[in-house]
T-cell receptor, first 116, second 111 residues
């Protein structure tokens, strides 16, 4: 597709369950970002990939959160033992990365996670 | 990364010019200033970016004074569809580039 695609758009789960959120970046973009946005707040940085490797995971709140990007394209954000406080919109963004950086990130529409 | 401060909310009317000012007193030499717009249930969308002086594109202008400690996003003749949250961010465009969002400015455009 032309833009960043995120699935599912909505996910409702129960406390303690495991969740996976998927991001398909714009083709050719080497940089990929995950953000989390709570109601009424700005997006909060979680992790940044350059290619297959996590260049900066300083925003991951704890070890229940993990993200992978095994082939340098699609990324999966994994949340173990979900808690009600994990409820938020999880946004993915991509950019050309490296020398192609213009400072513009292209965001998907997000995956809304609700933990009951 | 430089912290930014911007008004929590602003009100305007259709057809008016809106100026949203952001302060970033600790901006670093290699930092750029970027503005994003976000509508409900959508991801943020890039509006404009600049380093110094003035930048203009088809949707907005960005004014940056010489000391770069603040910047002003100018939206000419706003319409109802400009109602959104506007974020001001600063960061260096290098290999570790990432954006740190604040709480943004909620702009409400009234008829």
């Amino acid at each position: 597709g032309a833009g960043v695609s995120q699935t599912p758009s909505n996910k409702v789960t129960e406390k303690g369950k495991y969740v996976e959120l998927r991001c398909d970046p714009i083709s050719g973009h080497t940089a990929l970002y995950w953000y989390r946005q709570s109601l009424g707040q700005g997006p909060e940085f979680l992790i940044y990939f350059q290619g297959t490797g996590a260049a900066d995971d300083s925003g991951l709140p704890n070890d229940r959160f993990f993200a992978v990007r095994p082939e340098g394209s699609v990324s999966t954000l994994k949340i173990q033992r979900t808690e009600r406080g994990d409820s938020a919109v999880y946004l993915c963004a991509s950019s050309p990365g490296g020398q192609g950086n213009t400072g513009e990130l292209f965001f998907g529409e997000g995956s809304r996670l609700t933990v009951l | 990364l430089a912290k930014t401060t911007q008004p929590i909310s602003m009100d305007s009317y259709e057809g008016q010019e809106v100026n949203i000012t952001c302060s970033h007193n600790n901006i670093a030499t290699n930092d750029y200033i970027t503005w994003y717009q976000q509508f409900p249930s959508q991801g943020p969308r890039f509006i404009i970016q600049g380093y110094k002086t003035k930048v203009t594109n088809e949707v907005a202008s960005l004014f940056i004074p010489a000391d770069r400690k603040s910047s002003t996003l100018s939206l000419p003749r706003v319409s109802l569809s400009d109602t959104a949250v506007y974020y001001c961010l600063v960061g260096a465009m290098d290999s570790s580039y990432k954006l740190i969002f604040g709480s943004g400015t909620r702009l409400l455009v009234r008829p």
